[in-house]
């Protein structure tokens, strides 16, 4: 999830009676629950070696215990004498492993085992970010101070916001429930069907960050990938579909795909995409040369070329360029 659930989602926690552990127990919690993210300082090197390093051991279970230091040693730094460490690094504790918890529910995923195991799990019920889930942590994080505010011109004692925040993470695991059953419900009605005759090897649903209801659906089949914009309060009809054919390549393709999967750019995205689609066009310049082309269907989209590798192979079978972009255009790559 987005930088800003997660630190929200700690200062739930806390004033939810973490904070009872420590003086300084929610700021803790808000603050390892943000911490696994300091995996952002890999994008100063690139877009492909933040793919490699993000959700990386900063959201691995065996470094919890070295991540959660971090936020205790940055309050001890900060607080009075008498700081309660061993309180304060469970509360860290429980706000690192938090992070991962939110980041396994959605699209992207998590590696929990690492650096034993390189498997990704994800449960595809939240995307990236919610709005709802900001509207509600918001009001949970905001609301307190507004009341303390107005109590400190009337006069009146200000709540602890306790109930608000206890609200808001039933409310996170209420809405986690729901968006489960309706992905099932979405994954069911794509697994139902038959497309141009074929029965799907693979569907997936991805979910939106508004409505619940609305689903980003994906079928695999031998011959072609389909992708739909899935309302399930409608029927499905499975001829609304967009569809990419996956023609086997020919001679220079297969040739001009192999250099491009040697570089390290291919090599880094392939091990993170689960829906890789891949094209070849020809290219002006070098003559007979090939651009090739891999997205991961979870968050692109063939039209939009958007998170996308991308090489340019010349007919000798020689990488001129390779890079990475998670937006729409042209890699910031490496000439060779």
């Known amino acids: 999830m987005d930088p800003l659930t997660h630190a929200l989602t700690g200062i739930a926690l806390g004033r939810a009676g973490l904070n009872r552990w420590s003086p300084q127990g929610t700021v803790v919690v808000a603050l390892a629950a943000a911490a696994p993210d300091l995996d952002v300082l890999a994008s100063f090197w690139g877009s492909t070696t933040y793919l490699h390093y993000h959700r990386h051991l900063t959201h691995a279970l065996p470094a919890m215990p070295v991540i959660a230091l971090l936020p205790t040693l940055l309050v001890a730094l900060l607080s009075r004498k008498g700081f309660p460490w061993k309180q304060a690094y469970l509360l860290s504790l429980v706000g690192v492993a938090s992070h991962i918890v939110i980041d396994w529910l959605n699209s992207y995923g998590v590696r929990p085992f690492l650096p034993f195991s390189e498997c990704w799990y994800s449960l595809d019920v939240f995307s990236l970010s919610d709005l709802w889930l900001w509207a509600v942590l918001l009001v949970a994080a905001l609301a307190p101070l507004v009341a303390r505010l107005v109590s400190s011109e009337i006069g009146a004692r200000s709540g602890s916001g306790r109930g608000l925040a206890v609200f808001a993470l039933l409310f996170f695991v209420g809405l986690g429930v729901w968006r489960y059953l309706l992905h099932e419900r979405a994954v069911a009605v794509l697994d139902a069907r038959l497309y141009q005759g074929v029965a799907p090897e693979r569907v997936a649903a991805f979910p939106s960050r508004g409505s619940p209801w609305r689903w980003r ?24 579909g967009r569809l990419f054919f996956r023609p086997e390549p020919g001679p220079a393709e297969a040739r001009a795909w192999e250099a491009a999967r040697r570089t ?10 689960r829906y890789p689609f891949r094209r ?8 007979q040369g090939l651009r090739v082309e891999v997205m991961d269907l979870r968050f692109g989209d063939p039209a939009a070329e958007a998170f ?4 340019e192979v010349g007919a000798d079978g020689r990488v001129r360029r390779s890079g990475f972009t998670f937006r729409p255009g042209r890699p910031r790559g490496r000439a060779r």
């Open 264 to 273: 390290r750019d291919f090599d880094i995205f392939l091990r993170f995409a």
């Open 280 to 287: 070849f066009s020809p290219l002006v310049e070098p003559e």
């Open 217 to 240: 659906g994906l079928v695999e089949t031998p011959a072609l990938y389909a992708l739909y914009d899935l309302d399930l309060r409608k029927e499905f009809d499975p001829a609304e």
């Open 308 to 311: 996308a590798a991308r090489a």
